[in-house]
């Protein structure tokens, strides 16, 4: 099992594919063939190879000695080879299911899901209850986006196998990931719109931030009087920061709206009788109205809460750890969220994904100095993971040791040019070691990521050692407008998110 980036739930256990070796004897070749499984049965995949291919080269066409090739390619992450392999042993058995499987297995490792889609039907026709297809293809879905489809295939794992924690999670991230983009659709369309608002709101109240989501949720309501809920949340803050009498009258304020009209409203209707899963659905053809989508992401919120809490009440898994994990980095909690993320990893040692995880938690909750093992660790598996290579290179900067800081984020820039928060570092580090020419490209590129001054300011100081005096007027000047900026922001906002009685 893979989470992170490029998150998948299932996948081929090893003891699936000791379980599909079928290594035969070959008269001439017994020593060979005793050697290969050997090293399949010690997990010696990449020594197998060779082995496997003599095997084959000496009995050509035979599908056993082609698939237990095929199996070392693939755990020993030669997934390109391994590709052609199983699609030869297809192609002399198309209902073999270990090769079905492991191609798609395959697939999924390269980054393909729509490429592995084709062959997890094929081995769901073959076997419908094989729970391993079943979910590799509810992930295949959910990475190309059909949502609805990956929900149903999640859905199906969970009826199979309600102790199941992949069936839960996949599909709680499901929903989750459902209701994103249903809110990034949104934004789009109708980026000022009460339903943006209200959704917005929803987000501040799952991380106790009340008096943003009062402000939220009172711009919903100047917009939109009569949308249903958001008396109802406003009820709930109230509740939350000790005002239960200004509650009452919140709630009074809902139960008087009138019910939604189902023949024009359906969403809306859908989602007051509680029918949540019919409340996702959206028009066959043409662009979702904003009704529609506001509709959707609420249900697929309630439906991933839904099976997050199944998901809890089942015994330690890594998959319960990963969803307290990110609920405590939701609510901002760090140093919770990175103890959730080294339970997940102690529970599947090595993981990259999760590794990855813990390092991000660690520094977001300012332990730079761990943050910088476990990021080392990660890069160990993969040294040009930019993300990680980020990780440990702003973790040195933030510890004010720019000179180690500095190589890192060279290379992560060489793994993702764009990563601008990168681009920041790097510059900055550079500045600080003195090397401010090569500072000014990496600060001026970063620029747009500016939004207290900081960054400018640091450009004005990186022009002027540069002897560019014109460009250091020009970047202090913008340092002061966005700083002027910035207070006018916070006084704003402190202001705007007070939160006071009903109207």
């Given amino acids: 099992m893979q989470v992170g980036k490029g998150r998948t739930v299932f996948g081929l256990s090893a003891l699936f594919l000791l379980g599909a070796l079928a290594l035969p004897a070959v008269e001439d070749l017994p020593a060979k063939a005793q050697r290969a499984k050997e090293l399949m049965a010690a997990g010696r995949f990449a020594e197998a190879v060779p082995v496997c291919k003599e095997l084959v080269a000496a009995m050509p066409g035979n599908t056993g000695l082609l698939l237990n090739l095929g199996l070392a390619q693939h755990m020993a992450g030669m997934e390109?080879?391994?590709?052609?392999?199983?699609?030869?042993?297809?192609?002399?058995?198309?209902?073999?299911?270990?090769?079905?499987?492991?191609?798609?297995?395959?697939?999924?490792?390269?980054?393909?899901?729509?490429?592995?889609?084709?062959?997890?039907?094929?081995?769901?026709?073959?076997?419908?209850?094989?729970?391993?297809?079943?979910?590799?293809?509810?992930?295949?879905?959910?990475?190309?986006?059909?949502?609805?489809?990956?929900?149903?295939?999640?859905?199906?794992?969970?009826?199979?196998?309600?102790?199941?924690?992949?069936?839960?999670?996949?599909?709680?991230?499901?929903?989750?990931?459902?209701?994103?983009?249903?809110?990034?659709?949104?934004?789009?369309?109708?980026?000022?719109?009460?339903?943006?608002?209200?959704?917005?709101?929803?987000?501040?109240?799952?991380?106790?931030?009340?008096?943003?989501?009062?402000?939220?949720?009172?711009?919903?309501?100047?917009?939109?009087?009569?949308?249903?809920?958001?008396?109802?949340?406003?009820?709930?803050?109230?509740?939350?920061?000790?005002?239960?009498?200004?509650?009452?009258?919140?709630?009074?304020?809902?139960?008087?709206?009138?019910?939604?009209?189902?023949?024009?409203?359906?969403?809306?209707?859908?989602?007051?009788?509680?029918?949540?899963?019919?409340?996702?659905?959206?028009?066959?053809?043409?662009?979702?109205?904003?009704?529609?989508?506001?509709?959707?992401?609420?249900?697929?919120?309630?439906?991933?809460?839904?099976?997050?809490?199944?998901?809890?009440?089942?015994?330690?898994?890594?998959?319960?750890?990963?969803?307290?994990?990110?609920?405590?980095?939701?609510?901002?909690?760090?140093?919770?969220?990175?103890?959730?993320?080294?339970?997940?990893?102690?529970?599947?040692?090595g993981n990259p994904g999760l590794q990855y995880e813990l390092a991000s938690a660690l520094f977001l909750a300012g332990d730079f100095r761990t943050a910088i093992e476990e990021a080392g660790r990660a890069l160990q598996r993969n040294p040009r993971s930019p993300e990680m290579n980020f990780t440990e290179g702003d973790s040195w900067l933030r510890l004010e040791e720019p000179e180690k800081a500095v190589p890192f984020l060279q290379k992560a820039l060489a793994g993702d040019p764009k990563m601008l928060a990168a681009d920041a570092s790097l510059g900055l580090a550079l500045s600080r070691v003195g090397k401010f020419a090569e500072a000014v490209p990496h600060l001026e590129k970063a620029r747009e990521l500016d939004d207290d001054g900081s960054l400018h300011y640091q450009l004005a100081r990186a022009y002027q050692a540069s002897g560019d005096a014109a460009k250091a007027k020009t970047a202090m000047a913008a340092y002061q407008e966005l700083l002027a900026k910035d207070q006018q922001r916070k006084q704003e906002a402190a202001a705007e998110s007070q939160i006071v009685a009903p109207r």
Wanted: charged share 25%; net charge neutral; glycine share 6%.
């Fill in 80 to 349: 390109k080879d391994s590709v052609p392999t199983f699609e030869a042993v297809l192609k002399l058995e198309p209902r073999r299911l270990p090769a079905l499987l492991s191609l798609a297995a395959a697939r999924l490792a390269l980054g393909q899901p729509a490429l592995a889609i084709p062959s997890l039907n094929r081995a769901l026709a073959i076997e419908s209850r094989n729970a391993e297809a079943r979910g590799m293809l509810a992930d295949a879905l959910t990475a190309t986006g059909k949502l609805d489809d990956a929900a149903e295939q999640y859905r199906k794992l969970a009826d199979q196998n309600p102790n199941d924690p992949r069936a839960w999670y996949g599909l709680g991230m499901a929903y989750q990931t459902m209701a994103s983009d249903a809110f990034e659709q949104l934004q789009k369309i109708g980026p000022e719109s009460a339903y943006v608002a209200s959704l917005i709101g929803d987000t501040r109240v799952q991380r106790h931030q009340y008096r943003s989501a009062f402000f939220f949720y009172s711009d919903a309501l100047k917009k939109a009087p009569e949308l249903h809920g958001v008396h109802a949340a406003v009820a709930e803050v109230y509740r939350k920061t000790g005002h239960p009498d200004w509650a009452a009258e919140e709630d009074a304020k809902e139960r008087a709206l009138p019910r939604a009209e189902c023949a024009t409203r359906p969403g809306e209707c859908q989602f007051q009788g509680g029918h949540d899963l019919q409340a996702t659905a959206l028009p066959a053809k043409g662009v979702p109205p904003p009704e529609a989508l506001y509709w959707r992401a609420k249900a697929a919120n309630e439906l991933s809460l839904q099976a997050l809490i199944r998901l809890g009440q089942l015994p330690p898994s890594v998959e319960v750890h990963q969803v307290r994990a990110q609920i405590a980095r939701d609510q901002g909690q760090h140093l919770e969220s990175a103890k959730e993320w080294r339970a997940a990893l102690a529970m599947n040692p």
